[in-house]
């Protein structure tokens, strides 16, 4: 009896894996039917929703931005989109109320210029502005406004378009004080007319300020322009029969060049940035 009853369990023992198989294939199958991991494979990394997109560029929330874009007043590369749901890649031009935005952390990074750089993002032009903060941010940054090669002092950079327009607006825009120093002493007639203003073919050519620098020889001049880059100033000593000698930016609306040696950059305070911001 002790063997047939050994040879009845040896008997349920092989019965019982025929029983437990069918769920093991059952679980086998739902592992080999991936379409869910495929389609998530296929997406682009690279896209990202349009309202995330606007909501990380701190214009508005994700809700607000459904709002922005369905009654038109967003556009990608140029067209406006009113589709929900509509994806983007980072390097696409999104404009929010005509603004160009960018979703990346926003960084005001403030230059102290030497000679022989030139103020361009373009590659081939030789040193630029762009080698000297290289390494100050991750954030796709660009100077507002230019200086010459051989031109010294303050350039702003940022991602901040709203910046951008403050600072180009023809209107307002925001003041820059320049050291000039001229191959030959200014002529008080010459002080006054670029005081007043003048006609240069045709076209009124003023500044916001002038004036002597007190202590200095009559050939330092001190000028504050709102426009951004300073060909006006090479416009109004050519005028007059003036050569520069050199031209340093001093300041950037509030912004000095206290505690920023030639060649060094800083990121801008909270206080500095929102002090640009109510200019």
Known sequence: MAKAHNHSDRR?????????KAPETTYSKKKTTPSKPKGKAN??????????????SGMCSRREADMHISIGSVTVNGKVVTEMGYKVLLADEVRFDGARITPEKK??????????????TSEGKGRTVMDLVANA???????????GR???????????????????NSKHGVARLFHVELDKPLKFEHLKSIQEGFKLEGKLVSVEAVSYIAGAPKN??????????????????????????KMDCVTVGPLTKK????GHWKHLTDQEISNLMML
Do not use: C, W
């Open 12 to 20: 349920v023992g092989k019965s019982k894996p025929s029983k437990l």
């Open 43 to 56: 997406a682009n990394p690279d896209e990202i929703r349009l309202n995330k997109y606007i909501s990380n």
């Open 107 to 120: 960084a005001y990074v403030l230059l102290n210029k030497p000679k022989g750089f030139a103020t361009t």
């Open 137 to 147: 941010t991750t954030s796709k940054i660009r100077p507002i406004g230019r200086l």
């Open 150 to 168: 051989n031109s010294l002092g303050l350039i702003l950079f940022t991602n901040d378009e709203l910046m951008h327009a403050k600072f180009t």
């Open 220 to 245: 330092e001049i001190g000028l504050q322009i709102k426009n951004t880059g300073n060909t006006l100033i090479r416009t109004i000593f050519d005028n007059f029969k003036y050569e520069i000698v």
């Open 259 to 262: 505690d920023l040696p030639r």
